[in-house]
């Protein structure tokens, strides 16, 4: 009776490896360590370094371990570098998730539970977004998202297997103990790039963008943090293993914060100036993106702890702090 976590040593798969062996539950973690990190996987997994275009190394996990469900966080998910490079995306996305697929139908492993994004949702036509919204990604990382739910969804017809997209909004913070975090190469989201200039790694922050319709000028997130994202997974995990039907979810905290206004957040966090300066649009943002979560509220029962903004920074500066490069000091 084991749960399967692929990407278990990346930011989000980390914290849930973590809390799922905090439950009590026997974790195996599969990564091929592209961009998770060998310090970020728990002690008490089974650990199993394969790449999920592997079928063959796949077909040796499920024959090996009594697999029940799969949670599967191994994806490329950078949005630039889809633009530049769609086929390493549509390669490891979507071919991977392929190979996934007809490894565990070969292996009668017919639960799984995945990360998808708001970024299926493109420019929304108003906020907040709800699941049954039109998905018209405006960038190719949210196309290979969006094209892994609708191959679930055609193989959960075909064989019965049930499935959970989670579509998170964005992640962010760290688990409260400061041991494990957010940790990207190149970084690229927010938060941790505004938590650089504290740290001493750059002299500013740019805001991308001062001209958008929003109440500053800047866009609007929706900032959920990554241990409440965890608690989805187990909760949508739980969900299927009980019966559930395959569905879609948003995560996020249905509150808004603008580029400016979390910076300010993190002035006061930190107690440091944090300058910033303005620059141009970044290709390919919406000016707003802002969850409904009430159907994994009410569906799943999950029910967000971080609804501060403040409180989720301190988490994220305590492992920045204690971590100022990542894994590499650990
Ligand atoms: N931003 C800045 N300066 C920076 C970095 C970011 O102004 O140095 C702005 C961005 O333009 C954006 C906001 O801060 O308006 C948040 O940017 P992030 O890069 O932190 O996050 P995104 O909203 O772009 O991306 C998140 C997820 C993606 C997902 C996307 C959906 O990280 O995986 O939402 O659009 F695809």
Redesign the pocket.
Same mark, same amino acid.
């Given at each position: 009776m084991s749960i399967l976590v692929l990407g278990g040593a990346g930011y989000i798969g980390s914290h849930t490896v973590r809390q799922l062996i905090d439950a009590g539950r026997d974790v195996v973690v599969a990564d091929n360590l592209a961009t998770g990190f060998t310090a970020a996987v728990h002690p008490q997994a089974r650990f199993y370094q394969l790449d999920i275009r592997d079928r063959q190394a796949l077909d040796a996990l499920f024959e090996s371990e009594h697999i029940d469900g799969v949670i599967h966080f191994a994806a490329y998910?950078q949005?630039g570098e889809s633009m530049s490079r769609p086929l390493k995306y549509y390669n490891n996305n979507l071919y991977g998730t392929m190979q996934l697929l007809e490894s565990m139908v070969a292996h009668d492993v017919g639960r799984i539970v995945f990360s998808s994004?708001?970024?299926v949702y493109g420019e929304p036509r108003s906020v907040p977004i709800l699941e049954s919204d039109p998905t018209v990604p405006t960038n190719c990382?949210?196309q290979t998202k969006l094209a892994m739910e609708q191959m679930m969804s055609w193989v959960s017809r075909a064989h019965g297997l049930r499935y959970t997209a989670l579509r998170y909004?964005?992640?962010c913070g760290a688990h409260p103990d400061a041991s494990i975090g957010e940790a990207h190469d190149p970084e690229?989201? #927010?938060?941790p790039?505004v938590l650089q200039v504290p740290l001493g790694r750059r002299e500013s922050?740019?805001?991308?963008?001062g001209d958008y319709p929003t109440r500053d000028g800047?866009?609007v997130?929706d900032y959920i943090h990554v241990t409440d994202l965890a608690d989805a997974h187990i909760l949508a995990l739980d969900y299927l293993l009980s019966g559930g039907e395959s569905d879609v979810f948003n995560l996020g905290n249905g509150v808004g914060f603008t580029?400016r206004e979390i910076i300010d957040v993190a002035r006061e966090v930190t107690g440091h100036p944090i300058p910033a300066v303005l620059s141009d649009r970044?290709a390919g943002?919406?000016a707003q #993106?802002v969850a409904s979560s009430e159907k994994a509220r009410s569906v799943l029962g999950w029910e967000p702890r971080y609804g501060d903004i403040g409180t989720i920074v301190e988490t994220a500066w305590a492992w920045h702090r204690s971590h100022p490069h990542g894994y590499a000091e650990v």
């Open positions: 998910s949005v994004t708001a970024a990382y949210g909004f964005n992640a690229t989201h #927010l938060i790039i922050v740019s805001i991308f963008g800047t866009c997130r580029v970044r943002d919406p #993106l």
